[in-house]
């Protein structure tokens, strides 16, 4: 960046791939949010305890999984930004390289998703 | 629709025609010379152009000018758009009668003295400043400088700093020592100082008591620049006075430097093109090999450019001689790839991941339909595909004359935006739920609806059903083009044993687990049987054949169906379609929900939830765009490509214009 401040667009592009994993975790708390009823000012479901703990681990798969995913995801971006600074022709495979590490972010998405879907109120 | 086939050519030009011959081989752009092998006839020396080594010069003043001005230049087209193929197109003979035009030599040598003068001030100026702090702290010495940098014939003077706590006491020692014969300075200080400056002067006899007493109270000298000699208020008063002086010599530079670019930077940049094109085309011989009289260039040419570029040299008739062969199995030429139209904007993708080896299977063509469902499945809103089809569609007629590549990349997003619509009306998404969430959309509900096949939020197993059955089908597409592959290149073993072995155990796997779960009649149970220890008795007993003695044969064979967990693992990744699909169709729910709950603030609420929506979805446009395309890329690189592609072949670069600034277009023939 700082001899080359052309390359920003790919730098912001490479920081932007380890952050999906804070969208998807709020994406799971609105899922949850809209589960028990909390938004929109309708009145709330009831929940009892098994089926708020229910909800509970039902998130922690994004938790877990988006956390650690997260932090090693940026390991692997800021290897990849290292790496088009020294050869701007390789960019595609920058930016493939920190996708590998986000299945696992998408995976623990789906799993919560699953999950979230499969618990009755 | 693959990897082009590529001759091997060897040119012999008399020197006489070298310069027009290599010219036409640069205007054609499908010759690549490669280097003299070693197996070169003889071991003369690399022929030399002689005008290389004056364009080598002229292009590393032309540069440094660039280098040097363009930060001064004020560009009436954006970098971007030149990037985009938005370029001043000239001749190459323009940019002969430019040169001529030019005195580049005298040029550079006035703006290096720019650059000299301008560094010069900009030193001075710092040593100024430098200086300056140092008066300041002084502001209250009373004596000339002179008496520190050269003293008079008996007083000598030490100025520097000293602990605060440690003045007082110092102070009475040296008065006691030098009596009337010295003088004793130290600053005012302020109240958070820890160190206070102080001064000494003295009989130059007494230095070494001076020094020793000024040692052992942690004294750090500080050296006065040698140019001061007033006291310290007319020497910042003079410079002062400096440096306005200097500041507006700067000034006057910099707006020399400016009008120097403004009027230079365009015919420069005109001027680096041309010479670069000439120093390719000069480098060009250098990897050849000579005679007295003969230049011999070795090279490759697509079979299909053959007779473009014999005509190209036909008029040089007997001073030029083409032969072609056919490449032999050690030589490892480069690969040309040609698509057709249709799967060319998929092209790039191949290309990223590295170019297919000659002779080997270019897999473009292969991946592209998969890559078009993929992608529309992970971004599935039907409302942002019509904005990425419209704003790439924008892009691509706002720069007409974008390179080719660019132009496919482009192509690419605005073909995935197609696919992305028809996922998006087949699963009901319009920019999330936007048609639904806001009452004034309620006209287009029924029109939804009727192209609604599958709510994936509402359904999301049968959403993960098909995911997976698409990555399936992908898997065992790419198992078949593996297969044949290796018939292809005859070679049985790896066909038969290896991969169809791997084809009949997953089928049989496949159609069991069908049966287990009731999926498909119970008929087909003894078929499905049969072909999973068919295919699983195939690979035991190949799987080891590299192996010594019969006991490591066989437990390798065995050993190698556990590679089942990894086609298992292969399979689960596609389920990234559903969650990445979800995932948009999700962000684009929340932002509308947040919308309409801003929309019920009082009197500007409306306004919040425009801003909302508006920004919302372009975030998630931006975000989930991103997602879909690295995503869908890697299905293929990794899920897809591990099957059959190893890639690593180098691409076809021909001695062709190589530019940076303007395009060069083909005059007539002088």
């Known amino acids: 960046m700082t001899e080359d401040p052309g390359k920003f667009g790919l730098v912001l592009l490479l920081q932007a791939l380890p952050g999906t994993q804070g969208i998807y975790g709020l994406l799971i708390a609105f899922f949850a949010i809209l589960k028990v009823g909390l938004l929109g000012g309708g009145a709330g479901v009831t929940v009892n305890v098994w089926q708020g703990l229910g909800i509970f681990f039902a998130c922690l798969p994004i938790a877990v999984g988006g956390f650690f995913s997260a932090i090693a995801q940026g390991k692997t971006s800021a290897a990849c930004i290292q790496m088009i600074a020294k050869r701007p022709e390789e960019t595609g495979k920058a930016v493939i390289l920190p996708a590998m590490v986000e299945t696992y972010a998408v995976l623990a998405l789906l799993m919560s998703i699953i999950l979230l879907n499969g618990i009755t109120l | ?670």
């Open chain 2, 1 to 670: 629709m693959a990897v082009a086939r590529i001759k091997k050519a060897e040119l012999y030009v008399h020197k006489a025609d070298l310069d027009n011959v290599l010219h036409a081989l640069q205007k054609t752009g499908s010759f690549e010379v490669v280097p003299f092998g070693s197996e070169s006839v003889s071991e003369s020396t690399a022929p030399v152009h002689t005008d290389l080594s004056r364009v080598e010069g002229l292009l590393s003043e032309a540069r440094f000018l660039l280098r040097f001005l363009e930060p001064y230049f004020k560009d009436n087209v954006s970098s971007l758009a030149r990037t985009m193929g938005e370029r001043e197109t000239i001749s190459l003979h323009d940019g002969k009668t430019l040169e001529d035009r030019t005195d580049l030599m005298s040029l550079s040598a006035s703006v290096r003295s720019l650059e000299r003068r301008l560094m010069e001030i900009r030193s001075e100026l710092t040593q100024i400043a430098s200086t300056e702090t140092l008066l300041n702290a002084l502001s209250d010495f009373p004596y000339p400088f002179e008496l520190l940098t050269s003293g008079t014939e008996r007083v000598r003077g030490i100025l520097g700093t000293m602990p605060v706590s440690k003045i007082p006491a110092w102070r009475e020692e040296t008065e006691a020592l030098l009596l009337s014969m010295g003088e004793v300075f130290t600053s005012t200080q302020g109240e958070k100082d820890t160190e206070g400056w102080i001064a000494v002067f003295f009989d130059e006899q007494k230095t070494a008591q001076i020094t020793d007493l000024l040692a052992r109270n942690s004294f750090s000298r500080v050296d006065v620049p040698l140019s001061l000699k007033k006291t310290p208020e007319e020497e910042r008063l003079a410079l002062s006075d400096r440096k306005v002086a200097l500041a507006s010599e700067e000034e006057r530079v910099l707006a020399e430097i400016a009008g120097a670019a403004e009027q230079w930077v365009p015919s420069v940049r005109i001027l680096s093109d041309y010479w670069t094109v000439l120093r390719d085309r000069y480098q060009a011989i250098s990897s050849g090999s000579s005679t007295e009289q003969v230049i011999m260039l070795r090279g490759w040419i697509p079979a299909s450019a053959v007779q473009r570029l014999t005509k190209a040299i036909t008029p040089f008739g007997l001073s030029v001689e083409l032969f072609l062969f056919d490449p032999k199995p050690e030589d490892s030429p480069p690969s040309h790839i040609v698509n057709s139209a249709w799967c060319f904007p998929f092209e790039n993708l191949t290309r990223l991941y590295g170019a297919p080896k000659y002779g080997e299977i270019d897999p473009t063509p292969l991946l592209a339909p998969f890559f078009f469902i993929f992608f529309g499945m992970c971004l599935g809103d039907a409302g942002y595909g019509a904005i990425m089809i419209g704003f790439f569609l924008w892009f691509l007629r706002k720069y007409k004359k974008m390179p080719e590549s660019f132009k496919g990349f482009f192509k690419l997003f605005v073909l995935s935006g197609v696919s992305t619509i028809v996922v998006g009306a087949l699963t009901g998404s319009w920019f999330g739920d936007l048609v639904d969430a806001f009452s004034i959309f309620a006209f287009l509900r029924p029109l939804k609806n009727f192209m609604l096949v599958l709510n994936p939020m509402e359904n999301p197993m049968i959403f993960l059903a098909i995911s997976l059955a698409l990555g399936i089908l992908q898997l065992f597409f790419g198992l078949f083009i593996a297969f044949y592959d290796a018939l292809r290149k005859g070679n049985y073993m790896g066909a038969f044993a290896d991969t169809g072995g791997w084809i009949v155990f997953l089928t049989g796997l496949l159609l069991w687990g069908g049966v287990a779960s009731g999926f498909i009649s119970a008929q087909t149970s003894f078929l499905a049987k049969t072909l999973t220890f068919l295919g699983a008795a195939v690979l035991i007993a190949t799987q080891g054949r590299e192996k010594e003695g019969i006991i490591g044969k066989a437990v390798s064979g065995l050993l190698s169906l556990y590679s089942v967990t990894s086609y298992l693992g292969d399979v689960l990744s596609y389920s990234r379609l559903l969650a990445l699909g979800l995932a948009t169709s999700a962000v684009g729910v929340i932002i509308n929900m947040l919308a309409g709950l801003a929309g019920d603030v009082p009197y500007i609420g409306w306004i919040i939830a425009l801003l909302l929506l508006i920004g919302g979805h372009i975030f998630s446009i931006a975000v989930n765009v991103l997602g879909a395309f690295v995503h869908s890329l890697r299905l293929q690189y990794v899920e897809f490509f591990s099957k059959f592609y190893t890639g690593g072949g180098t691409v076809f670069s021909p001695l062709t214009y190589k530019t940076a600034f303007v395009a060069i277009k083909n005059e007539p023939e002088e």
